[in-house]
């Protein structure tokens, strides 16, 4: 497959402190999650690739076409949602997208068209001729995701979208970029500092620490090979019939003090099975807890190395 | 498509030619610039002074028609020489440098305040196509009270006057054109330089004011203390001045530059230093706005 965006020794470094340093990586997924610490250069390593900050040294691809070279046509394919508040104050939702849809080089009439649909899209259809600085905070967020896709760009980079979100904004905006992502018409690099975004949303992951990659995953591949592990807490569950009944079901187990049972689920077996055999044998099940999520695994695994690499 | 379908769908039709982008931010801006009554009012009001300009240089060549209400030598009123294009340069760049300081201040500071450079910047659009975009708002508006005026006057007093004329004074045209893209780059990139590093738009139309007539002040204290002329460095109107005559007479010099833009024989200062003053303020607002325009902060 070929890669959406080449990291080829990439260093950015502000006066005498490297930020990026020599980052290497080929991705190639069709959602790629940027994740890491506050500080470990997220930001940055979007901003380089849309051409804000010139690298030190190395370089890197977007399709095929180096940053350092083709910084114009690179940027025609990109749509880039900021993390911070970014916006025109005095024009309306809709004359602002069309304006930066105009910028990307769409005609006046398509750019007023994509204007409407992307407000639409994103659920502002009501506010779209209310001036941007009148909106919340959510409002804006939906807005800055308007204006990132109005011009249909290839490759979208999304800094920090649930950011100031409730969690019903949250919910609507992970939607939206699953939604944009599963169409297939673009590529798209979110970076957060929250696993659960990146987890709903990105099927590979390059975790950034220090400005090293400290990791880097295909998420689908992990959660495909991760054994689906739960640990349970019974009241006469211990005994020979309900782990013998939760065996045949293909479940590995190995019995604790206290009743406690850990096992590993095969592929197709529901959590409603246990609770059913539980209830045929009488066994009260007290607790459930399922294993840490795996993306939370290999982002804690990254954090804890000693030198920032695995 | 309607824009009740709420999906998400690519882009595939044409794009515009990349170079014609940066007329994308005068048009809008123009838009907003239109809505207010109070500007549109000042800017006709800008054309009065050509419009009297022209009158006079028709009376001179009509002044039978005034004596049918008893006026007398109307043809002697005024002379249209090189003092007449000068001042009529002088006058309406006065109202450029007005007209600016309303303008400038709110073309780069909202866009820096609110994080827009970030938008502007993501797309194929370059920091220079930024800055030309914003400038073109101001050189447009203001080349249609300064130059285009000025050269319509120029044929109008050659209409009346013959070839010859024109022919001899082709300074006055050549004089008007490049004194008045001089005055108006200058204004455009101080104003444009004050908006992106000053946040409230009164106190960036105020500093226009400043450079103009303070820095003015600053230079005339330095020559009466020091007994020196260096201090006209520091006075744009007498740099700008100065490169007028230059202009409108070559080394034949014999007036003392425009209204509001004098350049007094008693302080002169080498040519060369009138068009470097002009040169480092141009340089040192580009270097302003270098700094500023970014797509990203830079947190060192």
């Keep these: 497959m070929d890669p959406v965006i080449e990291l080829d020794a990439l260093e950015v470094r502000f006066g005498n402190r490297a930020i990026l340093k020599k980052l290497k990586a080929s991705l190639t997924g069709r959602s790629i999650g940027l994740l890491g610490p506050n500080g470990a250069g997220k930001s940055t390593l979007i901003n380089t690739l849309l051409g804000f900050h010139k690298p030190s040294s190395g370089t890197a691809r977007i399709f095929g076409r180096d940053i350092r070279t083709h910084a114009r046509e690179v940027r025609s394919l990109i749509g880039y949602m900021p993390e911070n508040d970014a916006f025109i104050a005095s024009m309306s939702g809709v004359r602002s997208v069309r304006l930066m849809a105009e910028l990307a080089g769409l005609p006046p009439e398509h750019a007023l068209e994509r204007a409407h649909e992307a407000f639409f899209y994103v659920g502002l259809g009501e506010v779209r001729y209310r001036p941007v600085g009148t909106y919340s905070l959510g409002m804006k967020q939906m807005a800055k995701l308007a204006q990132a896709i109005a011009h249909g760009p290839k490759l979208l980079f999304l800094d920090e979208p649930t950011n100031g979100l409730d969690p019903p904004a949250r919910t609507r905006m992970i939607q939206l970029i699953q939604e944009i992502r599963d169409r297939g018409d673009l590529n798209l690099m979110l970076s957060s500092h929250l696993l659960r975004d990146v987890e709903e949303c990105c099927d590979q992951v390059l975790i950034l620490k220090d400005g090293n990659v400290a990791a880097f995953c295909n998420l689908e591949e992990e959660r495909r090979a991760n054994k689906r592990f739960l640990e349970i807490e019974t009241r006469g569950g211990v005994n020979g019939d309900f782990l013998g009944a939760i065996e045949q079901l293909g479940c590995e187990t190995a019995t604790g003090a206290q009743g406690r049972i850990k096992l590993i689920l095969p592929d197709g077996l529901e959590v409603r099975q246990l609770y059913e055999i539980a209830a045929k044998q009488d066994v009260q099940i007290r607790r459930l807890s399922h294993k840490r999520d795996s993306l939370e695994d290999i982002f804690l695994k990254a954090m804890e190395a000693a030198d920032g690499r695995l | ?300």
Aim: glycine share 8%.
């Design chain 2, 1 to 300: 498509m309607a824009v009740y379908k709420k999906t998400y769908r690519p882009y595939d039709g044409g794009l515009t030619p990349s170079w014609s982008r940066f007329l994308v931010i005068p048009r809008y801006a123009f838009e907003d610039l239109h809505k207010s009554r109070f500007l549109t009012i000042f800017y006709i009001a800008s054309f009065l002074y050509p419009l009297i300009s022209a009158l006079l240089i028709y009376i001179e060549y009509n002044a039978s028609a005034l004596g049918i209400v008893g006026a007398r030598n109307a043809n002697q009123l005024i002379d249209i020489n090189v003092v007449f294009f000068l001042n009529f340069l002088g006058w309406q760049s006065m109202l450029c440098l007005f007209l600016a300081s309303f303008i400038g201040p709110g073309q780069i500071s909202p866009d820096v305040a609110n994080n827009a450079l970030s938008l502007y910047m993501a797309r194929p659009f370059s920091r220079v196509e930024y800055v030309l975009g914003k400038m073109s708002v101001m050189v447009m508006l203001l080349s249609l009270i300064t130059w285009v005026p000025g050269l319509l006057l120029f044929g109008l007093k050659g209409y009346f006057s013959g070839a010859q004329w024109m022919s001899d004074h082709w300074r006055y045209a050549s004089g008007v054109f490049f004194g008045a893209w001089i005055w108006i780059l200058i204004v455009s990139l101080l104003a444009l330089a004050l908006s992106a590093w000053v946040k409230w738009k009164p106190a960036a139309g105020g500093l226009m004011f400043g450079v103009f007539f303070v820095a003015a002040a600053f230079g005339a204290i330095i020559n009466g203390v020091q007994r020196t002329n260096w201090g006209s460095l520091f006075n744009v109107g007498y740099l700008v001045g100065s490169v007028w005559v230059q202009l409108f007479e070559g080394s034949n010099q014999t007036s003392t530059g425009a209204v509001f833009f004098r350049s007094p024989a008693d302080n002169a200062l080498p040519m060369w230093c009138s068009w470097f003053g002009l040169a480092l303020l141009c340089s040192v607002c580009l270097y302003m706005l270098a700094k500023k325009i970014r797509g990203a902060e830079v947190v060192r």
